[in-house]
């Protein structure tokens, strides 16, 4: 059966980490549209949204997304992270894969606790210079303070404090609970907890997988 999954995720869950073991290991191409959008910083459609800061309107994203779609290197299978975002984007995506006669297998749910969500964002330490990333409880530098790689003095990015994380949870909350409706109902939804080691997380995204679709 064709592999074409979508993942969901609050920030802060390791959402990125399992983007790239499911990829690799399923076959499958790893699709994020904030990586698609940023490579469009230069179409005209796009051009005008990126530079004001407004939002990008629905219709645009599901274009972008179903132009990609049809590449030759997601025919064998698709892994969308940050898409959809809202109801209208997933009913519009639903009917343009009836159209090639495929459609969504399956749409995984990374769940964490918000208080786990606070403790794992602030305390996560950026390397200004390299770009290395840290954090004091899960991954602590080996000096305090100092980047491993070069030396550099580590920083807590901006977004990363108590009261910003808990506005990104809600941001989070709100897009995503009509949607995990939708595909609760769709009967495609698979819940992971999250709480669990990278590759523990995994190890349950890939025994569903190899139990469930043939």
Known sequence: MEKNFILFGPPGAGKGTQAKMISKR?????????????????????????????????????????????????????????FPRTLFQAEELDKFLKK????????????????????????RRVCPACGGSFNLVLKPSKKEGVCDF??????????????????????????????IEYYTKAGNIVRVDGTLS????????????NNNIK
């Open 198 to 209: 990278p590759e523990q997380v995994f190890e349950k995204i890939e025994n569903f997988v």
């Open 100 to 123: 090639m006669n495929r459609k969504i297998t399956e749409v995984f749910c990374i769940e964490v606790p918000e208080e786990d969500i606070i403790k794992r964002l602030s305390g």
């Open 150 to 179: 070069c030396g550099a003095k580590l920083v807590q990015r901006k977004d990363d404090n108590p009261d910003t994380i808990k506005e990104r949870l809600d941001v989070y909350k709100k897009q995503t609970e009509i949607l």
């Open 26 to 82: 399923f076959e499958v191409l790893h699709l994020s549209t904030g990586d698609m959008i940023r490579e469009a910083k230069d179409d005209p459609v796009f051009a005008p949204y990126l530079t004001s800061g407004q939002l990008v309107p629905d219709q645009i994203i599901v274009d972008m997304v179903e132009k990609r779609l049809q590449r030759e290197d997601c025919k064998s299978g698709f892994l969308l992270d940050g």
